[in-house]
């Protein structure tokens, strides 16, 4: 089991952080997400074997948001 985070731009209320958190929901191998406003953080569990972290950064970007390169 691996852990990550994303910084997400753009994340302005609660409809904005359900469709994160189904995105990533949707991506196999995930274990558990939690999306925060306050920090426009996204953190996630998942099965290292089954998805890597650039399968999360896609799913993220295909919502249409944009991932803040740290």
């Known amino acids: 089991m691996?852990?990550?985070?994303?910084k997400v731009e753009g994340i302005r209320d609660e409809s904005d952080m359900n469709k994160i958190h189904h995105a990533l929901n949707e991506v196999w191998g995930v274990r558990g997400v939690e999306v925060s406003l306050a920090n426009?953080?996204?953190?996630?569990?998942?099965?290292?074997?089954?998805?890597?972290?650039?399968?999360?950064?896609?799913?993220?970007?295909?919502?249409?948001?944009?991932?803040?390169?740290?």
């Open 2 to 6: 691996e852990n990550g985070s994303i």
């Open 40 to 70: 426009k953080m996204v953190t996630f569990s998942y099965d290292e074997k089954a998805a890597s972290k650039v399968d999360f950064l896609q799913a993220v970007k295909d919502t249409g948001f944009a991932i803040k390169e740290e």
